[in-house]
């Protein structure tokens, strides 16, 4: 069953684009992405409450990119998303194990006599900081998030994999598109219990 805390683990954490920190709606649909992995859910108003019906501007322009055809996928073309690399659990590599962004934001760090840190370019950790959206605060991420994992022609992250799994009997395409032109790669359609996804593939190099 979709709740607004699933809802929410598919919207953006660190994104310089504040319009996807949260899902959006329009009348039809409740969707939820961060660029890359992307869902959709009928519109229920109990999922909503705190989310007023809006359409961001860029939002057409990105949800213009997908189709939203995986009625043309067939009943054999859906498999079980596959076994992924374990979880290796190690420091965040965005704040460096500290749970919370401790650089200095008057110097960076480039200013020998800077006051606020003494020159060492890092704060000490208070309680009122902000925890670090990367690991929200536990100073730990997974470093297998971004092993490739192998589904038809394309290449996927195994941490989105692993975010698509919590969806409840979630199914995924066993041959998405291939994409001939390796700079405009075609998403693989997602499919779960009350609802579609998207989830973009790794870019070749
Ligand atoms: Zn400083
Ligand atoms: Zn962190």
């Known amino acids: 069953m979709m709740d607004r805390k699933l809802l929410n683990s598919f919207c953006a954490t660190c994104d310089l684009r504040p319009v ?3 899902p959006w709606c329009d009348l039809s649909w ?3 992405t961060d660029g890359r992995v992307m869902v ?6 109990a999922l909503t409450l705190d989310v007023a019906v809006k359409y961001p501007p860029e939002v057409p322009l990105m949800n213009g990119r997908f189709d939203w055809d995986h009625d043309q996928v067939p009943a054999d ?3 079980e998303i596959p076994e992924l690399p374990p979880v290796q659990m190690e420091d965040c590599v965005w704040c460096g194990g500290e749970g919370a962004d401790l650089t200095c934001g008057l110097c960076g760090g480039y200013e020998d006599s800077c006051e606020a840190c ?3 370019g890092k704060l000490k950790k208070d309680p009122s900081m902000p925890a670090c959206e990367e690991c929200d605060g536990s100073g730990k991420h997974d470093a297998a998030q971004w092993d490739q994992v192998p589904i038809g022609e394309s290449k996927f992250a195994t941490g989105y994999l692993r975010k698509l799994k919590t969806l409840p009997q979630v199914m995924i395409e066993a041959k998405p598109l291939d994409p001939g032109d390796p700079h405009h790669l075609p998403p693989m359609r997602v499919k779960f219990e009350g609802g579609l996804g998207y989830l973009m ?4 190099d």
């Open 20 to 22: 996807l920190r949260e």
């Open 201 to 204: 593939p790794v870019k070749r």
């Open 77 to 79: 073309g859906w498999i």
């Open 118 to 120: 003494g020159g060492t």
């Open 30 to 32: 409740i969707y939820a």
């Open 40 to 45: 959709r859910v009928a519109f229920d108003p």
